[in-house]
């Protein structure tokens, strides 16, 4: 699997947004397992990410996978 990640200047400063692409990028090598094999994820960081803790990005990912994965099995 791999994946790639949009984080635009409305996240924040270049400092907010290379920590939060840095979160997003340890919270999904914790989700590889759950991808079928040769998936290609692009993340894209809402504004509210800049401000949003460790635990938010982590469920709003979980969420987000969840929407995407429906039904799939692993």
Do not use: C, W, Y
């Not at 994820?41 to 709003?60: F, K, S, W």
Request: hydrophobic fraction near 45%; charged fraction near 25%.
């Amino acid at each position: 699997m791999r994946a790639g990640f949009v984080v635009s200047k409305a996240v924040g400063n270049a400092v907010v947004r290379n920590r939060v692409q840095r979160r997003l990028r340890h919270l999904i090598r914790a989700r590889l397992f759950r991808m079928p094999p040769g998936s290609l994820v692009v993340v894209r960081a809402l504004p509210g990410a800049g401000t949003a803790g460790h635990e938010q990005l982590a469920r709003d990912l979980d969420a987000a996978l969840e929407r995407l994965l429906g039904g799939v099995r692993q």
